[in-house]
């Protein structure tokens, strides 16, 4: 395993506030990233466009090990 280290500075901005988030993991970057999809597109649509990722990853994971 590598060892990833972030240093992010997100700024996110809406109508009617705005969040600052400082990730140092990358699962904190994840979280941030979801709670953003979430945010904007809704938890239904959100959770669509995370399923169609893991599936990309599934499929690649699929051929190689074919």
């Given at each position: 395993?590598?060892?990833?280290s972030i240093d992010a500075?997100?700024?996110?901005?809406?109508?009617?506030?705005h969040s600052s988030y400082s990730p140092?993991?990358?699962e904190?970057?994840?979280l941030i990233g979801i709670d953003l999809l979430v945010k904007e597109l809704g938890i239904e649509a959100a959770q669509q466009?995370?399923?169609?990722?893991f599936e990309r990853y599934r499929?690649?994971?699929?051929?190689?090990?074919q």
């Amino acid at each position: 395993m590598t060892s990833l280290s972030i240093d992010a500075d997100i700024k996110a901005k809406w109508a009617d506030g705005h969040s600052s988030y400082s990730p140092g993991t990358t699962e904190e970057l994840a979280l941030i990233g979801i709670d953003l999809l979430v945010k904007e597109l809704g938890i239904e649509a959100a959770q669509q466009f995370i399923n169609q990722v893991f599936e990309r990853y599934r499929i690649v994971a699929a051929e190689h090990t074919q």
